[in-house]
């Protein structure tokens, strides 16, 4: 669906660590918090699938033929947050060595759009992956600093059987009346 190039972004304050079950076993696996990752326009429409995205979070601003400035339509509204989580890949970059961590395939969660004046949009985002001890450590050591990501964002991801589902309207199993319809 969209292929953010690598560029500057914060890694956040904390990451949440807990365990997944695959099967029956339990597997490490951790939420890693992903802020302002700058969108451009059309990155913007690609992730919104509509290429009328950009236009309905922007307005122009600003009198006569210099240079209008574009900014936020909605500015009461801080953020608006997507309700899917995605399927997708992560590179995540550290410091002046650009020591890289490939997740590979991760889930994409919590992907939050903040308009921002000028026209670009704020993309904050969870990734939630199984990064090995070494890759712990490392990002540990740049919680809530600047680095640099790659952020691939595929398909929407399934739900899992887990996931309650759909309840009927009707509380009343097939049937049954309701006392209402029988005495009328």
């Known amino acids: 669906m969209l292929s953010i190039s690598k560029r500057p972004c914060r890694l956040g304050p904390s990451i949440n ?3 997944e079950k695959h099967g029956d076993d339990d597997v490490p696996a951790c939420d890693i918090a992903i802020e302002g990752l700058m969108l451009e ?3 913007l429409n690609a992730l919104l699938e509509d290429p009328n995205a950009h236009k309905a979070f922007f307005a122009k601003a600003g009198n006569g033929k210099a240079g209008k ?4 339509m909605f500015r009461q509204l801080k953020a608006f947050v997507m309700r899917n989580k995605f399927e997708g890949g992560a590179v995540l970059t550290f410091g002046l060595t650009e020591r890289e961590i490939d997740f590979g395939e991760v889930k994409l969660a919590k992907l939050t759009l903040e308009p921002m004046v000028g026209g670009l949009t ?3 985002l969870q990734v939630q ?3 090995d001890e070494r890759g712990m450590g490392e990002l540990m050591s740049f919680l809530n600093r600047e680095i640099d990501a790659a952020i ?9 059987k887990r996931a309650q589902q759909d309840l009927p309207l009707s509380t009343f199993g097939e049937g049954e009346q309701t006392e209402e319809a029988v005495t009328h």
């Open 69 to 72: 400035l574009t900014e936020p």
């Open 41 to 43: 326009p059309e990155e």
């Open 122 to 124: 704020s993309l904050s």
């Open 129 to 131: 992956a199984h990064p």
């Open 152 to 160: 691939e964002i595929g398909a929407r991801a399934e739900k899992g």
């Open 17 to 19: 660590l807990r365990s």
